[in-house]
C-alpha cells in the first residue's frame, strides 16, 4: 500500500495544475462563448445574446481600433492557457469534444488577428457588419419595435465612429473587393434611408431623423474612402498557396489536405458524370425517339435536363408550390423513418428579405437564434423580381423546376438545414448549445445538408424518381466544381475563362450562375469546398460506423447521435461517436 500512497499522492501534487472538475468545465465553457459573442455584438443580436454584464449588446459595434484588436488578442491568449489547465482524460467525450472547439475557435481567432488581417485589407467585411448589425435588428428578434428600434437609433448614433476606425484600419483592396463593398454599401444606404425609416414608429422618427443624418453622412464618406483604398491588383484577392494551406487546415478541421480534397473532387466530378450518363441514356431514348444516340455525354445529359427543366411552377404559382413541397418533405421524412423529426417544428417559408437577395438569389436559411430557439426558424425562397425580363424569368423557373425545387426544400429545409438546426437548438447546457449552434462547424453543416438530402432520395423520396436523382447529380457536380474552384482559385494562377469552362462546359450550369459563383468564390475563400468536403466526410463516417456495429447499425439511430451533437468538426464528431457508450463494439 505505502508503494501505492507514495506515487499517487507525487502525481496529484503533479497534477495540482489540472483541471478535473466538470464545474469548472462549465464556468470556462459559459465564460468563453459569451466573452467571444460580446467581442463581437453584431454575431451577439444574432445569436439572441443581449446583455453582456453591463454592456447592451444590440447598442454597440465590434471595437477594431488598436486597442479593441490587442484585446482581442490578450482574450485568446489567456484562454489558450487556461484551456490547457483541463485534464482531457477526465472528462467525458462530449466534454472533450467542446474543448476541441474551443481551441479550434481560439486558432481560428488568432489566425484572422495576425495573419489574414480581414480588417486591414478587406473593406466588404466592414459593409457586411454594418449591413447585419442593423438588419438583425430591423427584422428579428423577440423585442417589441420600440425597443428594437431603440437600439438601431443607439447603433446608428455610433456608426461614424466605427466607420472612422475602418477607415483608418483599411490598407488596401482589390477592385472586386472594392465593387462588392461599394454596391452593399449603397444596400446599407438605402436600408438607413429608406426601409428603417419608413417604418420608425411615429414616436421615435424624429430621434431616428437625427441620428440618420449623420450615420448617412459618415456612410457616404466611407464610400469615398473605399474608393480611393490603394489597389493589390486583379489578382489581389487570392490567398496564394500558403495561407490557403493554414486556413483550409482550421476550417476543414485539419484531416485533409487541399491536394487531396483536389484529387477527391476530380475524381468525384468524372464519376458523377458518368453516373449522370448512365442514368440518362434510358430517358434520353424515352423523351427523343427520333434521335439517334449521339456518343458525346454533355448532349445526351444536356438534353434530358433540358426536358426536365420544361416541368416548372409559373410566377404566380411558385411559392405555392414551395410551400407544397415543405408539406411533402415533412410528411415523407416523419414516414421513412431514416432520420428523425425534431420535437419542434417551427420553420415557415418567407420572401428572402431584400436586402439578402444579392447573396441569396434562390433561397436560404435563417435558423432561431440559439438562445431563443422557440422564435421560430425561416426558409427564405427569393421571388422572381418583378423588373426581371420574361426570358430571364422564364431561366429561374427551369433551373427551379420540379425537381430542383424540391432539392432545394430538402436542402435548405428538410431533412436540411432546419431539421439540423432544430436538434442542434436543443443542445444542453446552454453553453454547449451555444458554442456548438455560434461556433460549430461549416462542414458539417453544409455536409449534412447535401448528405442528408441524398438519404431522403435514397429512401424513396418520389419514388426514386430518375429525373430527381439525375437533378441532384447535377447539383452535386456543382458542389465539386465549388471545391475544385476554389482550391484552384485561391492558390494558383487558374483564370476566369478556366474557371467558368468548368462550370459551363462540365457541370452544366447557366452562365448567369456561373458568373455569380465566380464572384462569390473571390470574396471569401475555404467556404465553397464545405458542402462536398463534408458530403464525403458524413459518407465515411456513417459507413466506419456501419462497419463498426454491423448488424447492430441502424440508420435512424446513427443519424440521431450526430443531429444531437450538433455542428462539431467531423473529425472531433468522429472521436466523439467512437467515445461514447451507444457506439461500444459489442462484447
Ligand atoms: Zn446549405
Not at 448 to 455: G, I, L
Request: charge should be neutral; hydrophobic fraction near 40%; include cysteine.
Amino acid at each position: 500500500m505505502r508503494h501505492f500512497l507514495i506515487p499517487a499522492a507525487l502525481l496529484l501534487a503533479l497534477a495540482g495544475c489540472k483541471q478535473r472538475d466538470p464545474a469548472a468545465l462549465e464556468r470556462f465553457r459559459r465564460q468563453f462563448v459569451f466573452k467571444v459573442l460580446a467581442l463581437n455584438p453584431v454575431n451577439a443580436t444574432m445569436a439572441g445574446y443581449h446583455q453582456h454584464q453591463e454592456a447592451a449588446l444590440d447598442e454597440l459595434w465590434p471595437d477594431y481600433s488598436p486597442t479593441g484588436i490587442q484585446k482581442q488578442r490578450d482574450f485568446y491568449r489567456e484562454q489558450k492557457s487556461r484551456l490547457k489547465a483541463f485534464d482531457r482524460a477526465s472528462f467525458t467525450a462530449a466534454d472533450n469534444a467542446d474543448l476541441d472547439l474551443v481551441a479550434s475557435q481560439i486558432a481560428v481567432g488568432e489566425f484572422e488577428l495576425d495573419t489574414q488581417q480581414t480588417f486591414r485589407h478587406n473593406p466588404v467585411s466592414y459593409v457586411e457588419t454594418v449591413g447585419n448589425g442593423l438588419f438583425t435588428l430591423y427584422s428579428t428578434g423577440s423585442a417589441s419595435k420600440e425597443k428594437r428600434y431603440s437600439a438601431i437609433v443607439a447603433r446608428l448614433r455610433a456608426l461614424p465612429a466605427f466607420l472612422n476606425t475602418a477607415a483608418d484600419n483599411l490598407q488596401d483592396s482589390n477592385p472586386v473587393w472594392t465593387r462588392v463593398a461599394r454596391e452593399e454599401n449603397q444596400g446599407n444606404i438605402e436600408l438607413v434611408d429608406k426601409t428603417m425609416r419608413d417604418e420608425a414608429p411615429p414616436s421615435m422618427r424624429a430621434q431616428y431623423d437625427e441620428v440618420a443624418a449623420a450615420a448617412l453622412a459618415s456612410l457616404r464618406s466611407f464610400d469615398d474612402r473605399i474608393a480611393s483604398l490603394k489597389s493589390t491588383g486583379d489578382g489581389g484577392w487570392r490567398s496564394g498557396a500558403e495561407r490557403y494551406r493554414r486556413k483550409f487546415a482550421l476550417v476543414l478541421g485539419g484531416g485533409v489536405t487541399p491536394e487531396e480534397l483536389l484529387a477527391g473532387a476530380e475524381a468525384a466530378l468524372k464519376a458523377t458524370r458518368r453516373k449522370m450518363f448512365d442514368l440518362a441514356l434510358p430517358l434520353h431514348h424515352k423523351l427523343y425517339p427520333a434521335h439517334r444516340d449521339p456518343v458525346d455525354l454533355n448532349l445526351i445529359v444536356g438534353e434530358v435536363l433540358d426536358r426536365i427543366a420544361l416541368q416548372h411552377s409559373t410566377e404566380q404559382s411558385y411559392f405555392a408550390d414551395a410551400r407544397q413541397t415543405l408539406e411533402e418533405a415533412r410528411q415523407f421524412i416523419a414516414r421513412s423513418g431514416q432520420i428523425p423529426m425534431p420535437k419542434r417544428d417551427s420553420v415557415s417559408i418567407i420572401e428572402t428579405p431584400v436586402f439578402m437577395r444579392g447573396v441569396y438569389g434562390v433561397g436560404g436559411f435563417s435558423p432561431a437564434p440559439v438562445l431563443e430557439p422557440a422564435t421560430g426558424a425561416f426558409y427564405w425562397l427569393t421571388p422572381l423580381p418583378a423588373d426581371w425580363p420574361k426570358e430571364k424569368k422564364e431561366s429561374k423557373l427551369r433551373e427551379y423546376n420540379r425537381y430542383g425545387l424540391r432539392l432545394l426544400t430538402l436542402h435548405e429545409a428538410i431533412p436540411g438545414h432546419y431539421l439540423q438546426a432544430e436538434w442542434a437548438n436543443d443542445i444542453q447546457p446552454e453553453s454547449r448549445r451555444v458554442l456548438r449552434g455560434v461556433m460549430g462547424s461549416g462542414v458539417y453543416i453544409e455536409g449534412w445538408a447535401v448528405y442528408a438530402t441524398e438519404t431522403a432520395l435514397d429512401a424513396g423520396y418520389m419514388d426514386h424518381s430518375p429525373e430527381l436523382r439525375l437533378t441532384f447529380l447535377k447539383q452535386q457536380l456543382r458542389a465539386i466544381a465549388n471545391a475544385i474552384l476554389d482550391i484552384k482559385l485561391q492558390t494558383t494562377a487558374f483564370t476566369e475563362a478556366e474557371a467558368l469552362d468548368l462550370m459551363l462546359n462540365r457541370t452544366f450550369q447557366e452562365r448567369s450562375e456561373a458568373e455569380a459563383k465566380l464572384q462569390r468564390a473571390q470574396l471569401d475563400s475555404c467556404q465553397l469546398p464545405t458542402y462536398f468536403a463534408g458530403y464525403r466526410e458524413f459518407v465515411r463516417l456513417r459507413d466506419k460506423v456501419k462497419a463498426r456495429q454491423g448488424a447492430r447499425f441502424q440508420p435512424v439511430e446513427f443519424h440521431r447521435r450526430v443531429l444531437e451533437a450538433g455542428p462539431l468538426p467531423m473529425a472531433t464528431l468522429d472521436q466523439y461517436l467512437a467515445g461514447t457508450p451507444a457506439d461500444a463494439p459489442e462484447r
